[in-house]
């Protein structure tokens, strides 16, 4: 698993992957609580 992970670490789509996963997981455990108790 970990030879794959670092042949994707220094192409192209593996930076650009990190970055939106970073803002995602922010803005997801705000509304993340918030949707399920509403549910």
Same mark, same amino acid.
Do not use: G, H, N, Y
């Given at each position: 698993? #970990?030879? &794959?992970? /670092? +042949? *994707? +670490? #220094?192409?192209? #789509?593996?930076? &650009? *992957? =990190?970055? $939106?996963?970073?803002? !995602?997981? @922010? /803005?997801? =455990?705000? $509304?993340? =609580? @918030?949707? +399920?108790? !509403? /549910?």
């Amino acid at each position: 698993m #970990p030879a &794959p992970v /670092s +042949a *994707t +670490a #220094p192409t192209a #789509p593996s930076a &650009p *992957t =990190p970055e $939106p996963d970073e803002e !995602k997981e @922010q /803005s997801i =455990p705000l $509304p993340f =609580p @918030q949707r +399920a108790v !509403k /549910s």
